[in-house]
């Protein structure tokens, strides 16, 4: 095992970027106003006293520049106490979404299940397309490894992955760079949470798979993700779609990976994701809990706690603390 490097991190509020397109602008602004708010609002009443958990943002460097990760650790009795660490990756097709987007549910399942939690505030297409968004969240896995202490982790308690919808698409990416990182070594990811994921791009649709890729005709025009919005995201994040860093079901194994909670609805455009994954990943011997909604749609969580309860018993799944 490489030797754990602790490094003291500076608390920030974030770092400069370049001012993105007025059209990109604008469609942050409408995500913050229609998504973000209303998603914070819902979750503020459940929120746990705040003197149960600690909140800390803190630099980390990355190619070009430095990101931002959001740490919420327990604060328990015993302060001896370790936990494991789940590092989130927010949704919003790679070009919209932040640390706030998930930051309340994410406080709650801190604290009730006993979990550090490391949010990741990745740069954003377009002015940083693919692989960026990949690269800097590969940064921030290391990052965590090398500061348990920080977080009060230890990563033989549990190491998850995860994120909803492109957070989703990155994690299973990461999950097979990480298999394959010698920097991790000894402190292996145990755990994918997958909501909603993007698995490949219906350009690179194997022929194996094809016939099962059926959801993306089937609910062109479902809101609240079309087929045409998912392409102008796509476009943005300049990704090209055989690249296995952004469609991992094209990777040639998936053997070794860690167990996997995955997450989909019936009417989302990317449902057939989850399911031919799910499918895949228990053919390469991977343990797969599956939650399936038939009439939701894509970014139901947000309109729904009992479904985010179901995330959570997801999480413990992952976790060991449920069946």
């Known amino acids: 095992m490489a030797p754990e490097t602790t490094a003291t991190p500076t608390r920030v509020e974030g770092s400069a970027r370049p001012t993105p397109p007025a059209d990109v602008q604008q469609a942050r602004a409408l995500f913050d106003q229609f998504v973000v708010v209303p998603t914070k609002a819902m979750f503020e009443p459940t929120l746990p006293p705040r003197d149960t958990y600690t909140v800390n943002n803190y630099n980390v460097p990355v190619e070009g520049g430095e990101i931002l990760v959001r740490c919420l650790v327990p604060v328990v009795e015993n302060k001896d106490e370790t936990f494991p660490v789940f590092v989130y990756i927010h949704g919003g097709g790679m070009c919209v979404g932040g640390v706030e987007l998930d930051d309340y549910p994410l406080r709650c399942w801190c604290v009730r299940n006993k979990l550090s939690v490391v949010i990741v505030d990745y740069r954003l297409a377009p002015e940083y397309p693919f692989p960026i968004p990949v690269d800097d969240c590969h940064a921030a896995l290391k990052w965590t490894v090398s500061n348990t202490s920080l977080l009060k982790a230890d990563l033989s308690k549990g190491f998850i992955v995860g994120g909803h919808s492109s957070g989703g698409n990155l994690s299973a990416a990461l999950a097979h760079i990480v298999r394959d990182d010698p920097f991790f070594e000894g402190r292996r990811l145990t ?20 016939p099962k890729f059926r959801s993306m005709e089937e609910n062109k025009d479902q809101l609240p993700v079309t087929k045409e919005k998912l392409e102008h995201v796509y476009k943005w994040y300049n990704a090209p779609p ?32 989850s399911l031919v994954y799910a499918e895949v990943l228990r053919e390469a011997g ?38």
């Not at 860690?258 to 990317?270: E, H, K, M, N, S």
């Not at 729904?304 to 413990?316: H, K, V, W, Y």
């Open 191 to 210: 755990g994918q949470f997958l909501r909603e994921a993007g698995i490949c791009h219906h350009d690179a649709y194997p022929d194996k798979y094809k």
């Open 242 to 273: 055989s690249d296995p860093r952004f469609s991992p079901l094209l990777i040639s194994s998936h053997e070794g990976l860690p167990r996997a909670y995955i997450a989909a609805a019936g009417l989302d455009v990317l449902r057939d994701d």
């Open 286 to 323: 991977v343990d797969v809990k599956f939650d399936l909604y038939p009439d939701a749609t894509h970014g139901f969580h947000f309109d729904s706690p009992t479904i985010s309860r179901d995330a959570e018993e997801g999480l413990r799944w992952l976790l060991n603390l449920t069946s």
